[in-house]
């Protein structure tokens, strides 16, 4: 690569046109060259790393400043959605011998033991809810194992529903209590956690909805989520054509987004 390419690369001023014809350039240079292979990669990483990434091997910075670079850097090359899949690594990292604390709507916390499913199911209850239920509460809690972490007795007796534990409950029950004076917004949410295997399958719905029938609710107010650490997670991938219909799926990476699965539409 010729030193006015290669300045025009390492320019952050450059506008993207100039960085891709310098790139080529240099890719067609060291096709062209007859280096080893360890030096042409070597020679490759500097030149095609961008001015503002360099800047961030800067010996003289101290913690805080090297900190402000990175999350600069980050939110002007990475979307969101890359930044959360950084954060859920970061937190299953530092977090692989601690519990994990989720912090329950009305301001209780329960620990779970560390894990990935721990992670998915903390996001449930402290982003989803708050962002798709008008009201919610906790009314059943539990990790792998089948170890119950919160179990609302008063709440669920209150609504008709029997909690057997030795039934195949999902792993997560939330109650959305709605705004409406006459009740409408009422909502049970059926949640799955799913970190390897066990997604709300037509089968796993049925078995859901006749639990709630049984205690006397509407069809209507029944709701069934299977969420996921990522919708690039392979686990996803591998089950998503098992989810049953009329279901939704939810991605702790996408938090303010969600999957509905619209089955047969009646009157069409």
């Known amino acids: 690569m010729r030193k006015t390419e290669q300045s025009a690369w390492l320019n952050p001023h450059s506008s993207p046109l100039e960085c891709y014809m310098a790139c080529k350039a240099m890719a067609k240079g060291y096709a062209e060259s007859r280096k080893t292979d360890k030096v042409r990669s070597s020679h490759a990483r500097a030149f095609c790393t961008a001015a503002d990434f360099i800047d961030l091997f800067d010996d003289g910075l101290s913690d805080d400043?090297?900190?402000?670079?990175?999350?600069?850097?980050?939110?002007?090359?990475?979307?969101?959605?890359?930044?959360?899949?950084?954060?859920?690594?970061?937190?299953?990292?530092?977090?692989?011998?601690?519990?994990?604390?989720?912090?329950?709507?009305?301001?209780?916390?329960?620990?779970?033991?560390?894990?990935?499913?721990?992670?998915?199911?903390?996001?449930?209850?402290?982003?989803?809810?708050?962002r798709f239920l008008k009201e919610p509460t906790v009314l059943w809690l539990s990790e792998s194992g089948k170890k119950v972490v919160e179990r609302d007795d008063s709440l669920a007796k209150r609504l008709g529903l029997r909690i057997d534990p030795s039934k195949a409950l999902p792993d997560i029950i939330l109650v959305d209590l709605g705004d409406d004076a006459d009740g409408s917004g009422f909502l049970v949410v059926f949640v799955e956690v799913v970190a390897s295997d066990g997604p709300v399958h037509a089968h796993r719905k049925k078995q859901l909805t006749e639990m709630a029938v049984q205690a006397g609710f509407e069809l209507s107010s029944?709701?069934?989520?299977?969420?996921?650490?990522?919708?690039?997670?392979?686990?996803?991938?591998?089950?998503?054509?098992?989810?049953?219909?009329?279901?939704?799926?939810?991605?702790?990476?996408?938090?303010?987004?969600?999957?509905?699965?619209?089955?047969?539409?009646r009157g069409a």
Do not use: C
Not at 90 to 116: C, H, I, L, Y
Not at 248 to 260: G, Q, R, T, Y
């Open 222 to 265: 029944l709701k069934f989520l299977t969420a996921y650490a990522d919708r690039e997670d392979p686990v996803f991938k591998q089950t998503v054509s098992n989810l049953a219909w009329d279901t939704a799926a939810w991605f702790v990476s996408e938090p303010d987004n969600i999957i509905l699965l619209e089955g047969e539409i």
């Open 65 to 130: 400043e090297l900190g402000q670079r990175i999350e600069k850097w980050q939110k002007a090359h990475l979307t969101l959605a890359a930044r959360s899949r950084l954060h859920l690594v970061r937190q299953g990292a530092t977090r692989s011998k601690d519990a994990v604390v989720v912090t329950f709507p009305n301001g209780e916390t329960r620990s779970m033991k560390s894990g990935k499913s721990s992670l998915i199911t903390k996001a449930v209850i402290e982003q989803y809810a708050i």
